[in-house]
């Protein structure tokens, strides 16, 4: 199954690549990204590594 990477803690736990049992990533690393043209809280952050699970 997949392995945690205990430096990425994640709860969004609809992405294919968060470990479920635990609220983890399985990836060895992820892209960080904004949305905004001027981020100023931590609701302007996106994981851009986020991908859907099937
Ligand atoms: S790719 Fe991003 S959103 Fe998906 S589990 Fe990893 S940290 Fe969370």
Known sequence: MERPN???ECTVSECS???Q???Y???DKILV???ESNPTQEECTDCMS???KA
Request: aromatic share 6%; charged share 10%.
């Open 6 to 8: 205990k430096s990425i």
């Open 17 to 19: 690549h968060h470990c």
């Open 21 to 23: 049992d635990c609220n």
């Open 25 to 27: 990533c399985s990836l």
């Open 33 to 35: 990204g904004t949305h």
């Open 50 to 52: 986020f991908a859907l």
